[in-house]
């Protein structure tokens, strides 16, 4: 408990300093949390390239996208950029590494390159648009992002004690036995109480844009159910051991990584 305790507290401090901290913290902290999740989802997925320059390459691919939204933003990069020039530049890596499983004598190419695929649709582009959207209205947003992670973390307290108390029926007792549907639904309950705490506070988004989040932030449980697909796969408990007490930085994030897209969608089409 004593270990849990204090690497909760690290953490907080960390996730406080790197959004508080200014655009530039925010997007190492991005940065450092995309990459300790796609070595961690290496690890899960037995990708054979972990362990030569394939993983690095794979990594490169992933989190271009983050660091191209982010310079994007700041005007680093010329105005006339478009999204589709990034999207036709990645194609040569890709194919890069299709080039390096002819020369890896792997195993199983299909899966190796399912894997680094797979990594970059589940984490790349997800942290991609939250860096996006933390820039929406022209300048950093460091309390639409303290936000939309409020809403998925506490949207799994909810879930977590309404299902210790209540819970009887079992959401999805082949992935995860502790789940229940009544939890489900405290979650939700929670996560759209705090969504009108936070309209009152975060004021830059209106009642109902913050109810439209808190309602898709719900869906939250559903990558956490995922990451428990994954790691039942894999016969672990946890997805890595960087935090102590508390498993690996896919075990934290999970659900987060999951909804974004879903905010993002939103935000794309519903917010100016």
Not at 67 to 77: D, G, N, V, Y
Not at 179 to 187: D, N
Not at 221 to 226: E, F
Request: glycine share 10%.
């Amino acid at each position: 408990m004593r270990q849990r305790i204090i690497t909760a507290i690290i953490f907080l401090i960390v996730m406080l300093l790197g959004i508080f901290g200014g655009s530039y913290s925010f997007v190492l902290l991005i940065l450092f949390i995309a990459i300790h999740s796609f070595r961690e989802l290496f690890q899960l997925a037995h990708y054979e390239g972990r362990k030569d320059f394939r993983q690095i390459l794979a990594i490169g691919l992933g989190i271009s996208p983050i660091l191209l939204a982010f310079l994007h933003k700041r005007s680093i990069l010329p105005t006339a950029w478009t999204f589709t020039d990034w999207a036709v530049g990645s194609i040569p890596i890709i194919f890069l590494l299709f080039i390096f499983e002819l020369y890896h004598k792997s195993k199983d190419p299909i899966k190796s390159l399912g894997t680094v695929l797979l990594g970059y649709v589940y984490i790349g582009l997800p942290y991609m648009m939250l860096v996006l959207m933390a820039f929406w209205q022209g300048t950093y947003q460091p309390l639409l992002v303290i936000g939309l992670l409020l809403l998925v973390w506490l949207n799994d307290t909810g879930a977590y004690f309404t299902g210790i108390f209540l819970g009887k029926h079992r959401l999805a007792p082949n992935i995860s036995p502790k789940k229940t549907w009544e939890g489900l639904v405290g979650g939700v309950v929670a996560t759209l109480i705090v969504s009108q705490i936070l309209a009152y506070y975060v004021r830059d988004y209106s009642r109902q844009e913050w109810l439209i989040m808190g309602i898709l932030c719900s869906f939250g449980i559903l990558g956490d159910l995922i990451e428990s697909l994954f790691k039942r796969q894999a016969n672990v408990k946890d997805s890595g051991t960087l935090m102590p007490g508390h498993g690996g930085i896919l075990d934290r994030f999970d659900a987060f990584a999951f909804v974004i897209p879903a905010v993002f969608v939103y935000f794309y089409f519903f917010l100016p």
